[in-house]
């Protein structure tokens, strides 16, 4: 039975940190934390929890049924495991995660040049894709090599950028914003939705345990214990990371007040403290790094899309790429704040499935919990999507009357009532079946 050293199983870790640490890892953080300003402390709790916390359990999750998705979503059905997987599929890949790495790259790199305007994103977005596209139809071993030479860049790029941000800031801690006044911590939590990482891990769970079985680990508690450590180093590299970013934000109001979203606050911080010169060298790294992320999302798509309808890679590919190439010229603003609802929607579904996975023990038949429990999520988390999305009249009134339904989480009683009766049914239907064959 192999084991892994010690080096090994921090190789392992620094793989998994390299594949969270993407477009929206880099961006969300320094807005939250300018909105948050002096509620800083409770908001990045809340972010860490949705953004580190999730994840890593997800990985736990993940590893304890084998690492795959299908595995995840057994209980439920195939059917159902199917519709959620595309779900998650679509969601980190065409719809929004990979446009979103286009648009990240272009208004770091280039719109501080060219401005925001439409026709610069249009001809950086085609050469981009056009790129994104060549890699992916050809991986060969290129996207290996340039990730393992970018991450290491990008690595020394932002513990430059943490350490001048706790140790030069742009001035002192800015005020709170309106939506942070009352609730920084929801807030906080629910701006965590928007790095998709426990969508994200949802997807790099098989990819760990493989890692991990390539080595020669085949006990089962094994590769649960080494996916766990493997998720501790990322999610303390990922903690130290939002936790500067936010820090920044919430320091950088004077220079960038008016900013919309990330991307410009990061552009604002890095031309005041470094130069024309610190903010290309930034631009340059992200770009590269936005490049091999939006690859990596394209060919898991591709391999999972292809696998399931009667379509080749190559088509699935280039249909997802023109479609990623159509949603970022879009504009980054505007891409986020139509990502909100489904992510809204879509993250109530993927915790309650992590959370039953991990208590799986506790009942009788995994089934008579699952399918109850995932349904009433689903129903509300699309009307709490719906919400965010401006459709608040389409529901019935009483669900805004709920608790925490102001704050997107109108689901989460509901869902806790409904564990709690299909725990009850499930015990009793049990002892039933138990009686009968006594």
Known sequence: MNVLKRQDLLALGFMTFALFLGAGNIIFPPSAGLAAGENLGRAALGFLLTGVGLPLLTIVALARVGGGMSLLTAPLGRRAGVLFAVAVYLAIGPLFATPRTAVVSFEMGVAPFTGNSGAPLLVYSLAYFAAVLFLSLNPGQLVDRVGKFITPVLLAALLVLGGAALLLPAGPVGATSADYQAAPFVQGFLQGYLTMDTLGALVFGIVIASAIRDRGVTDPRLITRYSVVAGLIAALGLSLVYLALFYLGATSQGIAGEAQNGVQILTAY??????????????????????????????????????????????????????????????????????????????????????LSLLDSLWLSSRRVFVPVMAVTLVFGVVDGLAAAGFKHWAPAWFGELPLAGQSLGWLVPVLLTLLLATLCDRLLGRRQQDALA
Not at 285 to 299: K, W
Not at 315 to 322: A, D, K, P, R
């Open 270 to 355: 890095v031309q005041h403290t470094f130069g024309t010169a610190g903010s290309l060298l930034l631009a340059t790294v992200i770009t590269l790094a936005c490049l091999t992320t939006a690859v990596g999302l394209l060919t898991a798509c591709g391999e999972f899309f292809s696998s399931l309808l009667p379509v080749s890679y190559r088509m699935v590919v280039v249909v997802f790429g023109l479609f990623s190439l159509l949603v970022a010229n879009q504009g980054l603003t505007q891409l986020i704040s139509v990502s909100i609802p489904v992510l809204v929607g879509l993250y109530p579904l993927a915790i309650v499935l992590v959370a």
